[in-house]
């Protein structure tokens, strides 16, 4: 982890950002300007690890390493205009997200099929 990791992102389900491509594309040409896709909710980045290291199961330690000059201490999407012109906003839950994502991977690694898996 760069920093102390109290610093918060945030982090949006592929599911939920295709849904929201998928309605960005529906949409009339009259539908300017930029639309923010992603997902409001932040978590910090050290306990975001340690979700993951849980869900995993890994007996992975954190390491910190200095941060970067430029690192935003906050990165957090403003969807407003996505919910209010394309009626769109994230569905997956950071957890469920994670374990899909776990799975996926999981099979990947035991090379099995992934469309099994998920």
Same mark, same amino acid.
């Given at each position: @982890?760069?920093?102390? $990791? %109290?610093?918060? &992102?945030?982090?949006?389900?592929?599911?939920?950002?295709? +849904?929201?491509?998928? *309605?960005?594309?529906a949409k009339p040409k009259d539908c300017?300007?930029?639309?923010?896709?992603?997902?409001?909710?932040?978590?910090?980045?050290?306990?975001?690890?340690?979700?993951? @290291?849980?869900?995993? $199961? %890994?007996?992975? &330690?954190?390491?910190?390493?200095?941060?970067?000059?430029? +690192?935003?201490?906050? *990165?957090r999407p403003d969807i407003s205009r996505?919910?209010?012109?394309?009626?769109?906003?994230?569905?997956?839950?950071?957890?469920?997200?994670?374990?899909?994502?776990?799975?996926?991977?999981?099979?990947?690694?035991?090379?099995?099929?992934?469309?099994?898996?998920?």
């Amino acid at each position: @982890i760069y920093g102390d $990791g %109290s610093q918060t &992102r945030s982090f949006c389900y592929v599911d939920d950002l295709i +849904d929201g491509f998928l *309605r960005f594309s529906a949409k009339p040409k009259d539908c300017t300007g930029p639309i923010n896709l992603g997902n409001p909710a932040e978590i910090p980045v050290r306990q975001l690890a340690d979700i993951v @290291i849980r869900m995993t $199961g %890994s007996r992975s &330690r954190i390491v910190h390493l200095p941060a970067a000059i430029d +690192d935003p201490q906050q *990165r957090r999407p403003d969807i407003s205009r996505a919910n209010e012109l394309l009626k769109w906003q994230p569905r997956v839950p950071l957890e469920i997200g994670l374990e899909r994502t776990i799975v996926y991977f999981d099979a990947l690694l035991a090379g099995r099929k992934v469309a099994e898996a998920v």
